[in-house]
């Protein structure tokens, strides 16, 4: 993922803070329903790295097994590779079944294909879209939220368009939202009414941490759930106190009503993604007091 990337050296150049909460989240966890017990899933955004045989996967793993043995170590993914094709029904059923024959609690969470967010912009995409979301209705109970992420030169101008096209989808599926062009957050009139908006008709906000984009770490809660797309930098010092902000802010979240927490792994460089997923999922047990498993790392971290 190079989205939001920088050469190390500016790295002391960036405020990693994360921004205080804004008035609407506030809000959203103060009407929340706390739970009796907060669901949190972590994962990577795909398993098809052979960089992972003798990390996670076992030696001599064929691709072809890949899916089944990333199931083993995680309980969720960030489908990204529904973006470039229309995902086909016998292709879905066949992950399905792979993550089923292993646990019972796996979920996908499938990007929108980039015929309906790129191509078309949202307009003219009913055809597209209906045929999008009868596939990735194959995923049954293993389906997660679907997020649209829109390109970087969607900007506030098309605020009608997505208001619509948000406005049609199906009420029963859980679709959250990424936006990237800087006119979202720069224009505090386009910001306000985006997220009130996403707001009012219950689709959730993705927040994206990388070094480069400080801008869409906005911290805009719109339903009690947290759906975060962290960026990493190949196991850079900044990863590791960058994750520990972050749990300690799910915690906060956590304590005052939040419901459920996606939390997506990233590099730029995917090989040692597990290895931070590792640490995150320690640190978050540690603070919220759950206990989802650790991916089985088969080389010892010396990092912490």
């Not at 089923?100 to 912009?121: G, N, Y």
């Not at 972050?246 to 009503?257: A, M, P």
Request: net charge negative.
């Amino acid at each position: 993922m190079d989205f939001g990337r920088l050469p190390d050296n500016e790295f002391p150049l960036v405020d990693f803070a994360l921004p205080l909460d804004p008035a609407i989240t506030a809000q959203v966890l103060k009407e929340a329903v706390k739970p009796e017990k907060l669901e949190l899933y972590v994962g990577c955004a795909k398993w098809g790295r052979k960089e992972w045989v003798g990390l996670i996967y076992p030696l001599k793993t064929k691709e072809a097994n890949f899916l089944a043995e990333y199931v083993k170590h995680f309980n969720s993914i960030e489908l990204n590779a529904v973006f470039y094709n229309m995902p086909k029904k016998e292709q879905v059923n066949l992950w399905r079944e792979k993550a089923e024959a292993s646990r019972d609690d796996f979920k996908f969470f499938p990007k929108f294909t980039q015929s309906i967010s790129h191509m078309k912009r949202l307009k003219g995409a009913e055809e597209v879209t209906s045929q999008y979301l009868e596939s990735i209705s194959e995923f049954g109970n293993t389906l997660g939220p679907a997020f649209l992420q829109l390109s970087d030169n969607f900007g506030p101008k098309n605020f009608d368009i997505l208001k619509e096209y948000l406005e049609h989808l199906p009420k029963d599926y859980d679709v959250f939202v990424e936006v990237r062009h800087k006119g979202w957050y720069v224009d505090p009139i386009a910001r306000k009414d985006l997220f009130e908006m996403m707001r009012d008709l219950k689709n959730g906000s993705i927040i994206t941490d990388a070094s480069g984009r400080r801008d869409c770490v906005h911290m805009e809660l719109t339903t009690p759930e947290a759906f975060i797309r962290f960026v990493g930098n190949g196991l850079h010092p900044t990863d590791f106190s960058r994750i520990d902000e972050w749990v300690e802010r799910l915690g906060q979240w956590s304590d005052r009503g939040l419901n459920k927490i996606y939390f997506f792994l990233h590099q730029h460089d995917e090989k040692d993604t597990p290895i931070l997923a590792d640490y995150t999922i320690k640190k978050l047990n540690e603070r919220l007091g759950t206990d989802l498993a650790r991916p089985g790392l088969m080389v010892a971290s010396t990092l912490f």
